[in-house]
């Protein structure tokens, strides 16, 4: 039932955004833009997730100004589910209106924002008239809109749609979040990294992403799992990928240099088991079975409320990053980098990124 839902979802938020009075043309010579999700910016109070975040997001949102990048935002920037929009720009009014200086410009020169389930509230014309001068002089030149095509080929939503609970029946977790969830983070002092996660649920909902996006052969880009994906291959997979590299290279170098390539094994294998470690050792599904590989079609941002940092994509002139900047150092880490016409031509095929590409 899930599966049809976000089926027929996708395929009507995708058709309208493509539209070519909707669609925002892409340059892979020129355009510089930076995709962030997930930030479910609160109160302030130990159940706000983004808050231990906030400096660093506002330090990254430095870096991509100066350098000239547009801001896209995929989704659940403000945590209505759990928050008063006014609560919210108690703290982070400046921080939303960097955003919106920042963000995209639309075909009618608005400003334009993608809602998830946890901000769709602001997208809503009631919540917009209702509000007093404080909200409009912010959100008048916005643009909110559900989906969003860069070019014809790159697909941008939050990913909740077709989710009962997130999509159709929003109203009724959001009071259930908002009486009781954020009761219980307050009380025992919980919300500092966010609750624990439904491993089972975000590995069968990225299936269905990477399924839509494997069919209708187009690069997706979505957020709300709060797992950054690069191509379709997760932070273990490009881990167990590293491993293998490391392991081919210990019978090809001399001794003096294998005790730095074995180190660098055990530092993979720890990372490994670290994020394996609240899977109860599972380990999450491959999108798909060995021995064929995926199309490298689905990315996901990641979010803003890791416990060591925040993660985005990047697409500068033609090539696209998967980035994780570092809370400690203020670092900015590339995870995943490949060239954007490229990767299309592989998802044209539905091919993976290790088969030889033959001439059209």
């Not at 962030?36 to 100004?65: C, R």
């Not at 001068?133 to 070019?151: A, D, P, S």
């Not at 977790?173 to 009380?187: A, C, D, G």
């Not at 180190?263 to 609240?278: D, V, Y």
Request: aromatic share 10%; charged share 30%; with cysteine.
């Amino acid at each position: 039932m899930f599966s049809h839902r976000m089926n027929k979802k996708f395929g009507e938020i995708y058709r309208e955004a493509k539209k070519p009075e909707n669609q925002i043309p892409l340059d892979l010579k020129r355009d510089l833009f930076v995709l962030f999700s997930d930030h479910h910016k609160g109160d302030g109070s130990p159940a706000d997730d983004f808050k231990k975040n906030a400096i660093l997001y506002d330090f990254a949102l430095s870096y991509y100004k100066k350098n000239g990048y547009k801001l896209i935002v995929l989704g659940d920037n403000e945590e209505l589910w759990e928050n008063h929009y006014d609560s919210i720009l108690v703290n982070y009014k400046a921080l939303i209106e960097k955003e919106i200086e920042m963000a995209l410009d639309s075909p009618d020169n608005k400003k334009i924002r993608l809602w998830g389930n946890h901000d769709k509230e602001v997208s809503l014309r009631k919540f917009r008239i209702s509000k007093h001068t404080q909200y409009k002089k912010i959100l008048k030149n916005v643009e909110y809109r559900e989906g969003l095509c860069l070019g014809e080929n790159i697909f941008l939503i939050h990913g909740h749609q077709g989710r009962f609970f997130d999509d159709i029946a929003w109203k009724i977790s959001r009071w259930t979040v908002q009486f009781i969830w954020k009761t219980i983070q307050n009380i025992f002092n919980i919300g500092i990294d966010g609750p624990a996660e439904n491993f089972k649920i975000r590995d069968n909902l990225e299936m269905e992403y990477y399924e839509w996006a494997k069919k209708n052969n187009i690069i997706l880009i979505c957020g709300h799992t709060h797992r950054a994906v690069f191509a379709s291959s997760t932070h273990i997979d490009s881990l167990h990928s590293e491993i293998q590299q490391l392991k081919g290279l210990l019978d090809h170098i001399s001794s003096d240099k294998k005790e730095n390539i074995e180190k660098e094994i055990i530092s993979s294998q720890r990372q490994i088991e670290k994020i394996l470690m609240p899977r109860s050792g599972k380990t999450p599904k491959p999108f798909e079975e060995k021995p064929i590989k995926p199309v490298p079609c689905y990315f996901n941002d990641g979010c803003c409320g890791y416990t060591n940092g925040i993660t985005c994509i990047e697409i500068e002139k033609g090539i696209i990053r998967l980035i994780k900047w570092q809370r400690q150092e203020k670092r900015r880490i590339i995870f995943g980098e490949r060239n954007l016409q490229l990767l299309l031509k592989y998802i044209k095929k539905g091919l993976p990124l290790d088969d030889p590409l033959k001439p059209a």
